[in-house]
C-alpha cells in the first residue's frame, strides 16, 4: 500500500465545521468595512522576490529566513509567495496609477506565507486581513485605522484586547536615534546575544526588540526615539492621540514598539491579547509615507494594518464566539423513478423563490432518508413518494417542534412552505 500524502508542515486545511465559520467572520468584516468606505482589491500570491527585499527590508526576519522564494524553472525569474500584503498592493496601486486623482482606501484578505517554527498562533500559510489608506497625510487616518478596530472586537464580542501604539518619527529622526543607540549597543556588546551582535550596525532598532529576557534591562535603558521625535512628529502623535482619547480608547504607549518590518514611519500600533499565549498580537499596523517612493511611485504618504485570521478566531473562539450551523430549509425525500424527477423540479422551483434546499441523492429507504433530514438540521421536510408524484402532490413534514404532516400540490409547495416558515420564526421569535 502507498502512504497517504499529507499537507505541508504548518500549512493547514480548514474543514467544513470550521470553515462555515470563517465564513461567517468574513462576513462580517465585509460589512464592517464597507461601513468605513473601503473598497477590495485582490492581488497575485506570488510576486517578483525584489519586491519583498526593497518593501520590507533586507536585514528583516521576514527577508532573512521567512520567505518562500524560489526561481521559475521555465524562465530563471526569481519569485516569492507573499509574506504579508502591503508589498504587493503598494506595487499594484502604482502599477495601475490609483492615486492619480482621489486617495484610496482598499482591503484585502487572503493567505501569506512565512517559513517559521509552527506552534499554536503561529503557521507557515496563514491569512490576513489587510488595510491599506493611500494618499493621506494626517493623523485622522490612522485614528481611524484604530477606532475601526475598536468596532471590530466589538462586533465579535471580544474583550480581553489591548492597545499597544508608539512614534517611529521621520526617517531623519530616525537616523539620529540610530546614531546614539548604535553608540549606545556598541558600548554594551559583550552583554549582546549573537542576533543582537550581528544587527548592531544593520538593524539595531530590531536589536531592541529582542524577546530575550536577560537583555531587557540593557534594553529598556537604551537612546529612546521618542527624545529624538521633531515637533512635526510630535503633533501627529499627538493628533492620533486626541482623537482616540475623544473615542475613549484607552491605549499604552509603548516606546520598544518598533514592528519587524523597515517601511513604517511615525504612527505604529498593535492590538495584543493575553489569552492566546506566547502569539498574543492579532492585529498590527501603522504609517509607511516612504514606501510608494521606494517602490518607484509618485511620493504619497500612506497608512494601514493587517489582522490574523487564525489568532483572532482563536480568541473569538476562546470568548465564548460561537457560529451557528448554516441549515438548509428544506431537506427533500424522494423514493422511486417518478419521485426522483418530480424531486428534481420541486427543488429547483423552492431555489427560484429563495429557499435552500438540500435534495437528497443516492436512493435508500424513506427511513434512511428521514434520518438525514433531522441530522441535517433543517426545519422541513419535503417527501416525495410514487404515489404522490403520480397525481403531481408532495408532502411536508416539519422536523422541529411537531406540527402535522401535509400534502399539496406541487405547484402550491412554495407558497406553503413560505407561510409554515413565517409562522415558525413567528413562534420563535
Ligand atoms: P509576530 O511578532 O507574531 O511574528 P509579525 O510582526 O511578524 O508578528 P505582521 O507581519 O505585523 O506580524 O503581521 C500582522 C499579523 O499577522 C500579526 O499581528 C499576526 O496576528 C499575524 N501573523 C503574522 N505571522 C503569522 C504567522 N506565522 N501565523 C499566524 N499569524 C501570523
Ligand atoms: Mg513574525
Not at 119 to 131: C, D, L, P, S, T
Not at 205 to 219: G, H, Y
Not at 281 to 308: E, H, S
Amino acid at each position: 500500500m502507498t502512504h497517504a500524502l499529507q499537507a505541508v508542515r504548518g500549512m493547514n486545511d480548514i474543514l467544513p465545521d470550521t470553515a462555515e465559520i470563517w465564513e461567517q467572520f468574513e462576513d462580517l468584516v465585509r460589512d464592517w468595512l464597507r461601513s468605513y468606505g473601503y473598497r477590495p482589491i485582490r492581488m497575485p500570491l506570488v510576486e517578483p522576490t525584489p519586491l519583498f527585499k526593497r518593501a520590507i527590508g533586507e536585514v528583516t526576519d521576514i527577508v532573512e529566513k521567512e520567505m518562500y522564494s524560489f526561481e521559475d524553472a521555465l524562465n530563471g525569474e526569481h519569485l516569492t509567495l507573499r509574506p504579508e500584503g502591503t508589498a504587493s498592493c503598494v506595487r499594484a496601486v502604482i502599477q495601475h496609477s490609483l492615486l492619480h486623482g482621489a486617495p484610496q482606501r482598499l482591503y484585502y484578505h487572503g493567505p501569506m506565507f512565512r517559513h517559521e517554527r509552527p506552534q499554536k498562533g503561529r503557521y507557515r500559510q496563514f491569512h490576513q486581513i489587510g488595510v491599506e489608506s493611500l494618499g493621506f497625510d494626517g493623523p485622522d487616518i490612522d485614528a481611524e485605522h484604530i477606532l475601526m478596530c475598536t468596532r471590530l472586537w466589538d462586533d465579535l464580542g471580544l474583550t480581553d484586547i489591548r492597545l499597544e501604539l508608539n512614534s517611529l518619527g521621520s526617517s531623519e529622526e530616525r537616523a539620529a536615534h540610530r546614531c546614539a543607540l548604535v553608540a549606545y549597543l556598541d558600548a554594551h556588546r559583550d552583554q549582546l546575544d549573537e542576533d543582537g551582535r550581528r544587527r548592531l550596525h544593520t538593524n539595531p532598532l530590531r536589536v531592541l526588540d529582542t524577546k530575550n529576557p536577560l537583555l531587557q534591562p540593557i534594553m529598556e535603558a537604551a537612546p529612546r526615539l521618542s527624545d529624538y521625535l521633531g515637533d512635526e512628529s510630535w503633533a501627529h502623535f499627538e493628533g492620533v492621540q486626541q482623537i482616540l482619547k475623544d473615542a475613549g480608547i484607552p491605549y499604552r504607549i509603548n516606546h520598544r514598539l518598533v514592528r519587524g518590518l523597515d517601511y513604517y514611519n511615525r504612527t505604529v500600533f498593535e492590538w495584543v491579547t493575553d489569552r492566546l499565549g506566547a502569539q498574543g498580537t492579532v492585529c498590527a499596523g501603522g504609517r509607511y509615507d516612504g514606501l510608494i517612493a521606494q517602490l518607484g511611485g509618485k511620493p504619497a504618504p500612506a497608512a494601514g494594518f493587517a489582522m490574523g485570521v487564525e489568532r483572532l478566531l482563536a480568541l473569538w473562539q476562546e470568548s465564548g464566539g460561537e457560529a451557528v450551523r448554516p441549515a438548509p430549509d428544506v431537506y427533500l425525500v424522494n423514493a422511486g423513478i417518478e419521485a426522483g424527477r418530480l424531486a428534481f423540479r420541486a427543488a429547483e422551483a423552492l431555489r427560484s423563490h429563495g429557499f435552500s434546499v438540500l435534495q437528497h441523492c443516492g436512493g435508500g429507504s424513506f427511513k434512511s432518508q428521514m434520518k438525514r433530514a433531522d441530522g441535517s438540521g433543517a426545519p422541513f421536510a419535503v417527501i416525495i413518494g410514487d404515489d404522490e408524484a403520480a397525481v403531481g402532490e408532495v408532502s411536508i413534514k416539519p422536523l422541529r417542534g411537531g406540527g402535522e404532516q401535509r400534502r399539496v400540490a406541487v405547484d402550491a409547495l412554495a407558497e406553503t412552505l413560505a407561510e409554515l416558515l413565517y409562522l415558525t420564526e413567528e413562534r420563535e421569535a
